[in-house]
């Protein structure tokens, strides 16, 4: 049985594929940090505003957070800092960020698939 994605994450698997190993494992690197980032900062923003009592207040300060103009600023700038880091570019990181919101073993199987086919050598995807 095949596993079918939506569009966006099949692109991203294609373009994902094609990266040579060394772009691919700096790509999920410059994600996660990104990732981590971007957290980070929103958390920091929650625990300033009160903290969340419950889930539905959680989210809507999570939600809240990332629609300040203060988070896009911080965004765009760390962003940057992490393209020029790890040496990656704006699709690159695209890719794996489209990648990382499936995130399943299916997903990472049919990666790995179309990366052994192209010969670009399979990757992990918890790095």
Do not use: C, K
Not at 42 to 68: C, K, M, N, P, V
Request: charged fraction near 30%; aromatic fraction near 10%.
């Amino acid at each position: 049985m095949t596993t079918t994605f939506d569009e966006a994450t099949t692109a991203a698997i294609a373009a994902f594929a094609q990266l040579d190993f060394y772009t691919a494992v700096q790509a999920m690197r410059a994600e996660a940090d990104y990732d981590h980032e971007r957290e980070q900062w929103i958390s920091r923003y929650i625990d300033e505003h009160g903290g969340g009592a419950d889930d539905a207040e959680y989210d809507a300060l999570h939600a809240q957070a990332q629609a300040t103009p203060e988070f896009a600023q911080f965004v765009d700038a760390v962003r940057r800092e992490i393209l020029d880091y790890f040496g990656v570019a704006d699709v690159q990181l695209d890719s794996v960020i489209v990648l990382r919101n499936d995130d399943t073993d299916e997903l990472w199987a049919e990666v790995n698939r179309r990366r052994n086919a192209l010969g670009t050598g399979e990757v992990r995807g918890d790095l």
